[in-house]
T-cell receptor, first 116, second 113 residues
Framework: DTEVTQTPKHLVMGMTNKKSLKCEQH?????MYWYKQKAKKPPELMFV???????INESVPSRFSPECPNSSLLNLHLHALQPEDSALYLC???????????????FGPGTRLLVL | AQTVTQSQPEMSVQEAETVTLSCTYD???????LFWYKQPPSRQMILVIR??????QNATENRFSVNFQKAAKSFSLKISDSQLGDAAMYFC??????????FGQGTRLTINP
């Protein structure tokens, strides 16, 4: 069982649509992440939020807009996407105690996105 | 920059046998963490095992164990008594804080009944 949930499981959208992906964690973690994963490839980091503030943006195009309304929720707003943005989008969370210690990241089940 | 290399794109093993997945990494740091994640066809990334570099003892989790060779920068995963449910893509990952995981390219493991 996962304690990181993601909705929807699948999403099909046109290039002019606006949609949002949602991620929720119930582990009291203070760091949350968005990854993009293409088929047969490892996940690629997109964004990191730490204590509800954006701490890392891996030069992601502005058509992807993250939002962290509170410590348990993470959204990814999508607008004017391209077909090459079709991928599995994974959310993860970790404790983030603010030390040098790497906190283990726990992943959600992902949203499979298809852009037509 | 740190890199993680998984030299075996695909592996297969008979059910109930033992298989070892290889991983090497490159870093100049002495304090870091290594992980093995499993991603079955259901696509969720599941943490299998974690190793802290300052600990000499190899981590174990039930049928899963690692052979951590710090000097050689090697971090292999051994799966004992393989089960059909072990079939998945396995990713080795490195981290040294900064909230970034560096993943290898993955090894697809098939279990033959």
């Amino acid at each position: 069982d996962t304690e990181v949930t993601q909705t929807p499981k699948h999403l099909v959208m046109g290039m002019t649509n606006k949609k949002s992906l949602k991620c929720e964690q119930h582990m009291g973690h203070r760091a949350m992440y968005w990854y993009k994963q293409k088929a047969k490839k490892p996940p690629e980091l997109m964004f990191v939020y730490s204590y509800e503030k954006l701490s890392i943006n891996e030069s992601v195009p502005s058509r992807f807009s993250p939002e962290c309304p509170n410590s348990s929720l993470l959204n990814l707003h999508l607008h004017a996407l391209q077909p090459e943005d079709s991928a599995l989008y994974l959310c993860a969370s970790s404790q983030d105690k603010g030390t040098r210690v790497q906190e283990t990241q726990y992943f959600g089940p992902g949203t499979r996105l298809l852009v037509l | 920059a740190q890199t993680v290399t998984q030299s075996q794109p695909e592996m297969s093993v008979q059910e109930a046998e033992t298989v070892t997945l290889s991983c090497t990494y490159d870093t100049s740091e002495s304090d870091y963490y290594l992980f093995w994640y499993k991603q079955p066809p259901s696509r969720q990334m599941i943490l299998v095992i974690r190793q802290e570099a300052y600990k000499q003892q190899n981590a174990t989790e039930n049928r899963f164990s690692v052979n951590f060779q710090k000097a050689a920068k090697s971090f292999s995963l051994k799966i004992s008594d393989s089960q059909l449910g072990d079939a998945a893509m396995y990713f080795c990952a490195y981290s040294r804080g900064a909230q970034k995981l560096v993943f290898g390219q993955g090894t697809r493991l098939t279990i033959n009944p």
